[in-house]
Nanobody, 118 residues
């Protein structure tokens, strides 16, 4: 059974930091590209950051320089360090595991709420 379990969300003041974690099980973690997505209230889900199997990273323009994605293949966990948080970062954050094989495979976590407010 595949599981992606996010943690680390919460309420933080503008300018603060949070570190999200996504612990996985049931997949060969090192073979998957991993990503963090978010869905603000009333909006569509969007890619925040991604890290490939080879550790190449990419970020949404809105978070470049503030967020850092990383992975630990031993712990089978992907992280998202979020600094200088803004109210517009408020959203449910989802972890994603992607295998571009045939057929491609996508797994999602249940999401964790991040609220940036004073």
């Amino acid at each position: 059974q595949v599981q992606l379990v996010e943690s680390g969300g919460g309420l933080v003041q503008p300018g603060g930091s949070l570190r999200l974690s996504c612990a996985t099980s049931g997949i060969i973690f090192s073979l998957y590209d991993m990503g963090w997505y978010r869905q603000p209230p009333g909006k569509q889900r969007e890619l925040v950051a991604a890290i490939t199997r080879g550790r190449t990273t990419n970020y949404a323009d809105s978070v470049k320089g503030r967020f850092t994605i990383s992975r630990d293949n031993v712990k089978k966990t992907v992280y998202l360090q979020m600094n200088s948080l803004k109210p517009e970062d408020t959203a449910v954050y989802y972890c994603n595991a992607f295998d571009s094989g045939r057929p491609p495979i996508n797994y999602w976590g249940q999401g964790t709420q991040v609220t940036v407010s004073s």
